[in-house]
């Protein structure tokens, strides 16, 4: 599907170019290599998901990020494969690093301790690598002590040494350097009883420059993204190109100066257009006077200086250019476009200008002929643990709201029926798995009633050591018995019963199978018993079975016995037995959710109805049995 752009400014990722560039990357590595795709900084701008999976499915050994969010972010979009934080962690972010499955960079003991500890309690072991600083004094163990807090970290419980990783300071031009820093490692790995699974030193300019050759695995970053920071020409072709329009035409006579500053001075008189990026889009304040720019098949130099939001260039030479014209500032089109070039015009960093780059606009993803999708502005996905309550119900209601294309009826089914879900705003969601309700209707010896028996058992997660069974008399005080989030079952009398505690009885209620003590208080109009155990509290947050048997009086002339289910539920299986004088009894089914007309079958003197397991039924469902 084509997608007309409408922005102002934006950024295409051709993922074929990228994948082209690790055709090409892994030529050079060695037997017996494999590479880990390195995606910080959002992959240096490329957007971390979409490159990720191009690069796994291209043979990527690991994924290598900054830090915890970036890994966290990853395995929130579904990313599976193993993720490395090169960056030192925080003893702050070891419990989510556990959470998420994140093997991290590890260089200090006492680091390695609390991590240990973090493991085992949480009864994980967890992969780390170890980090080596072999010249480039940034992060990592210094090699000199290296072989000591090896064997330290071995001798910890919970802690896999997965890897050991030492880092380039300079591979793009000084072989010397780099040499010595590569011995250091290889006398480091030579020295160790058996090498761990993953040794790596190269980043892409190592690679390129055929160091490492002991190592098995090789990060590369930059490279893939088609910058060279080496002499060699690889044929290596650009991912990202950054775009705008021309978005205003004007003319200078000579003498005219340009923007702030008057940085800028026409010594003839021409044509200028107007293009709306500026350093605030991450177009490099230092490319004032310095820049060109491709319009049109033409390269047009960038006059005065950048501004905010808005650049001006001299269209002199090319009279037949328009108003929103395309604009090319940056990547495919012309040698001079490349981040590389552009880098070098200011002295910067092409990694720097790909990460800042297009930090306003949206991105687009490409193949060759075709553009497949776009992220967001803000360049974050939604995380919605990043959102308090109340602010995920605003943007529930208005994603809605605008899927629908209607205020009004957004409005309404958030009210309504997500309501049902989650009644209040901080009440957390329910749900149970298979619901099986068991009615048996006998003579009872009040000729007026019938002696009901019902048995409920469904799992659950236990969310406190005590809940409530509730009886009421009437359906006011039923409705309140439903919002309160600490009562699992609820029976209404019949309201020409008189209401007497007798009336109902609870014989058993179970957890697990632990017998719950219960304790009655009853006032008017209601019965409340309250179910509790002292070994429920090691339950909590566990998934349980819940067994709930009752016995109550129901009156022959009701006529009707009602089911209802009150929270979201998985597999549901509610049965009716019926004695020999009833010659007949309906059920009458109102479902909701993805089973709508539960079968229904018949035996002697049963009714039942039943959803498979795997189907969810809504809160707004139940069956009433006729008799
Ligand atoms: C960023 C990074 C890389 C990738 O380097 P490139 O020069 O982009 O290939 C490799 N290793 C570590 C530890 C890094 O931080």
Not at 135 to 149: K, N, T, V
Not at 368 to 377: D, E, F, G, Q, R
Not at 380 to 408: C, H, N
Not at 516 to 529: A, M, P, V
Request: glycine share 6%; charged share 25%.
């Amino acid at each position: 599907m084509k997608i007309a752009i409408e922005e102002r400014s934006w950024v295409e990722i051709d993922l074929t170019a990228f994948q082209d560039n690790l055709q090409l990357l892994k030529g050079y590595l060695r037997p017996g290599q494999s590479f880990m795709q390195i995606v910080k900084a959002d992959a240096y701008g490329h957007g971390a998901k979409e490159i990720a999976e191009i690069a796994i499915a291209q043979g990527a050994a690991y994924l290598g990020v900054a830090n915890l969010e970036e890994g966290k972010l990853l395995r929130i979009q579904g990313i599976q494969a193993p993720i490395l934080i090169l960056s030192p962690s925080l003893s702050t972010e070891i419990k989510q690093i556990i959470h998420y499955d994140l093997s991290l960079g590890v260089a200090d003991l006492d680091f390695a301790t609390v991590l240990a500890k973090a493991a085992v309690k949480a009864n994980k072991t967890i992969k780390i690598h170890l980090n080596l600083d072999t010249g480039m004094h940034r992060s990592g163990i210094c090699f000199e002590e290296a072989m000591a807090l090896y064997d330290e970290v071995s001798a910890l419980p919970g802690l896999e040494i997965e890897g050991v990783f030492s880092h380039f300071a300079s591979a793009e031009n000084d072989s010397d350097f780099s040499r010595l820093q590569e011995s250091r490692f290889a006398e480091f790995v030579q020295a160790l009883e058996a090498a761990p699974r993953f040794v790596h030193l190269s980043n892409s300019a190592g690679l390129i420059h055929g160091y490492a050759a002991f190592c098995n695995l090789v990060r590369l970053g930059i490279s893939s993204f088609g910058v060279k920071t080496t002499d060699e020409e690889l044929g290596l072709k650009p991912v990202m190109t950054f775009k705008s329009t021309l978005s205003q035409i004007k003319e200078f006579k000579a003498g005219d100066s340009v923007g702030y500053q008057r940085q800028w001075i026409a010594k003839t008189s021409g044509r200028y257009g107007i293009v709306p990026v500026g350093y605030a889009d991450g177009y490099d304040f230092l490319l004032s006077n310095k820049a060109m720019v491709l319009i049109n098949g033409c390269m047009c130099p960038v006059i005065g200086r950048v501004s905010m939001d808005m650049i001006t260039v001299d269209i002199s030479q090319i009279p037949e250019a328009r108003i929103s014209d395309e604009v090319v500032l940056l990547g495919k089109g012309d040698e001079a476009l490349r981040a590389e070039h552009i880098a070098s015009l200011y002295q910067g960093s092409a990694y720097e200008l790909l990460c800042q780059v297009g930090r306003r606009a949206r991105r687009y993803y490409r193949d060759k002929a075709h553009i497949l999708h776009s992220s967001p502005l803000a360049r974050r996905d939604f995380v919605s643990s990043d959102f308090g309550d109340s602010k995920l119900s605003q943007i529930i209601s208005s994603a809605l709201a605008q899927r629908l294309d209607s205020p009004e009826i957004g409005e309404l089914i958030y009210r309504e029926i997500l309501r049902t879900f989650f009644y209040n705003k901080d009440r957390d969601v329910h749900y149970r798995k298979n619901f099986r309700h068991e009615i048996r209707f006998d003579k009872s010896d009040a000729p007026a009633y019938y002696r009901a028996e019902t048995t409920l058992r469904y799992k659950k997660v236990l969310n406190a050591d005590h809940f409530v069974i509730a009886c009421a008399a009437s359906s006011d005080i039923l409705q309140g018995y439903i919002l309160r989030t600490d009562v699992e079952y609820r029976w209404l009398l019949d309201s020409d019963k008189q209401f007497k505690a007798e009336n109902f009885q609870l014989n058993a209620v179970k957890v697990n199978g632990i017998d719950l003590k219960t304790k009655i208080k009853s006032g008017d109009g209601y019965l409340e018993i309250l179910c509790s155990h002292p070994k429920l509290q090691k339950l909590i947050n566990r998934e349980v079975e819940f067994e709930i048997n009752t016995n109550t009086l129901y009156p022959t002339t009701s006529h009707q016995f009602s089911v209802f289910i009150t929270e979201l539920t998985r597999g549901v299986e509610i049965s009716f037995s019926y004695p020999q004088q009833l010659s007949h009894v309906e059920a009458v089914t109102v479902f909701s959710g993805q089973q709508k007309n539960p079968p229904i079958q018949r035996a002697d003197h049963r009714i039942m109805l039943k959803t498979s397991e795997d189907e969810w039924v809504f809160p707004i469902s139940g069956v009433v049995f006729c008799y």
